[in-house]
């Protein structure tokens, strides 16, 4: 699961997701709203928690073209997540560590009751704040491509 723009330190706020055609199965989409991770982290794994909202760490898209310096969670009163794993740049052990971490926690709750599994059916929208849930979607059967086929816009509001 991840964020789409984590590379961007003002991202757009809203994504747009438009199924033109679903697979006959899988597909789903996959949902964890930050609220809820934080609240798995607290109870399962505060070091992890106390790493993600205190180290910074660097999420690049491109040679330098795009780049967000910051913690992973950011809290404040509307708390936001950044998160790429391919695209976070782990320049020293404790950044790899902690990713490492993070990404076999994520793994781990990905079939747990805190992510959200939702199928879109051809024709369905839905739209979403980037930065407050990680989302991802789970393994599709499609036969050839344009078998399922999903449009994504991204809106900024401010």
């Excluded at 992973?72 to 997540?81: A, C, G, L, N």
């Excluded at 790899?96 to 709750?109: G, I, S, Y």
């Excluded at 499609?142 to 994504?152: F, I, N, S």
């Amino acid at each position: 699961m991840h964020t789409d723009n984590a590379w961007f330190a003002d991202p757009a706020e809203i994504n747009f997701f438009v199924m033109q055609k679903q697979a006959e199965s899988g597909g789903e989409q996959t949902i964890y709203p930050l609220s809820r991770l934080q609240e798995d982290l607290l109870a399962e794994n505060r070091s992890l928690y106390e790493d993600l909202i205190s180290i910074p760490v660097t999420i690049q898209k491109g040679d330098d073209e795009y780049q967000n310096h910051t913690p992973i969670i950011v809290e404040h009163t509307q708390p936001r997540i950044f998160w790429n794993y391919y695209r976070t740049l782990r320049d020293n052990k404790d950044i790899d560590n902690m990713c490492e971490q993070f990404f076999r926690f994520l793994e781990k709750k990905e079939s747990s009751s805190s992510v959200i599994k939702l199928r879109a059916e051809s024709g369905d929208c839905f739209a979403f704040n980037d930065s407050r849930l990680l989302h991802g979607r789970l393994a599709f059967n499609a036969q050839k491509p344009r078998d399922r086929v999903l449009y994504q816009s991204m809106w900024k509001l401010k």
